[in-house]
């Protein structure tokens, strides 16, 4: 095991020497492209599996077997929405009604709007991905990961201003850069102290983590508003999860792949479905048994309301300027224009420019 916030650069390191573990498991987008050079073919592997776009090389073969479906909603506290005068069931739909729901719990002064850890710059990624996925349109969305749309365009720069303006609203706690986001954001949520987190469709800081402490009935669950959004209702970003890959370096690649083909099995996901409330990406596990109502509504949306998921589709040299530019921001160190113009030369460089 290692410190999630040098999982990467430790992994890199390995790599880059020839070395490193014979299996590893790997973020699908950004992260796992960056490492595709150091992984074996496993395409052969992955009939039956969703969620591939995410863990495929230029040419189309996948480097690795995803063994879950990511996406990002934001969870509410119902009883704090109650406290604040607001109706518990009935989530903002619009950005004017997200608006208004903060300003309530501003105005009630028992909590922040939301919770935030952006100590490693993870939060930004969370916020870009969830508002893109209402305001860019496919083809934005591509063009974004193929560095032809800019950080500074003004689909991307309003993101960027959104991410300033909601902290001068006062929607977050004070101290969101110096708090980890796993999981200090996500035990504050859970303690009640914060209204709405926006959390993950897996493996932690999501529905069910959250129900075991605030309750089945007490927990409430919404797509992200945004401004100007592309379909009449929030759109939620949804990418392949996590999943192993091979290293190519390995003398043990066999093995490996055996290993990788048990993880990523029906029988296995099963379990992790049951017992850890994951969304899965091998299709026949049943998830039919899954009572929570939260987790009902999320899997409904996987059908028609789902879009790309914006931080994944750019490279990992991106993410890591947009973690620094995030922080930057929050701290009035710097201007969007300045954050965007940066970026745009990171993303430049990054595609060859």
């Known amino acids: 095991m290692q410190p999630n916030d040098q999982y990467y650069t430790l992994l890199g390191t390995a790599l880059s020497s020839g070395q490193g573990p014979d299996l590893f498991l790997l973020n699908g987008g950004a992260q796992a492209r960056a490492r595709m050079d150091a992984l074996t073919d496993v395409t052969a592997s992955a009939d039956g599996l969703v969620g591939l776009a995410e863990f495929e090389s230029p040419e189309g073969a996948v480097m690795a077997l995803p063994i879950t479906i990511q996406g990002f909603v934001v969870y509410y506290n119902k009883a704090r929405y109650e406290e604040a005068g607001l109706d518990p069931d009935a989530p903002p739909q619009t950005w004017e009604e997200l608006v208004s729901v903060c300003e309530a719990i501003t105005a009630a002064g028992e909590v922040p709007c939301f919770s935030l850890g952006n100590k490693e710059g993870f939060a930004a990624e969370f916020f870009l991905s969830a508002i893109a996925a209402s305001t860019l349109t496919d083809e934005q969305h591509s063009a974004f990961a193929a560095g032809d749309l800019a950080w500074s365009s003004p689909e991307i720069s309003e993101i960027l201003s959104l991410w300033v303006?909601?902290?001068?609203?006062?929607?977050?706690?004070?101290?969101?850069?110096?708090?980890a986001k796993f999981m200090d954001e996500y035990e504050q949520f859970m303690r009640g102290d914060a209204a709405n987190t926006i959390g993950l469709l897996s493996d932690v800081a999501h529905w069910k983590q959250f129900e075991d402490f605030l309750g089945a009935e007490g927990l409430g669950v919404y797509r992200h508003p945004a401004?100007?959004?592309?379909?009449?209702h929030p759109m939620m970003p949804v990418a392949g999860g996590i999943g192993y890959g091979v290293n190519a370096a390995s003398a043990k690649a066999d093995l490996a792949l055996e290993l990788a083909q048990t993880l990523a099995a029906a029988g296995p996901i099963q379990t992790f479905v049951n017992d850890a409330g994951v969304v899965p990406a091998n299709?026949?596990?049943?998830?039919?048994g899954l009572s929570?109502?939260?987790?009902?509504?999320?899997l409904g949306w996987l059908d028609g309301s789902s879009a790309q998921m914006a931080h994944a589709n750019v490279t990992a040299e991106e993410l890591a300027e947009w973690?620094?530019?995030s922080q930057l921001?929050?701290?009035?160190e710097t201007t969007v224009a300045d954050a965007a113009a940066r970026m745009d030369e990171v993303q430049a460089a990054a595609h060859g420019g």
Do not use: C, K
Request: hydrophobic share 30%.
């Open 292 to 298: 929570s109502p939260a987790a009902g509504t999320i």
């Open 329 to 332: 921001l929050l701290n009035g």
């Open 165 to 179: 303006e909601t902290n001068d609203m006062g929607w977050y706690p004070r101290g969101a850069n110096s708090t």
């Open 323 to 325: 973690h620094r530019q």
């Open 283 to 288: 299709t026949m596990v049943d998830t039919s």
């Open 227 to 232: 401004p100007d959004m592309v379909s009449d």
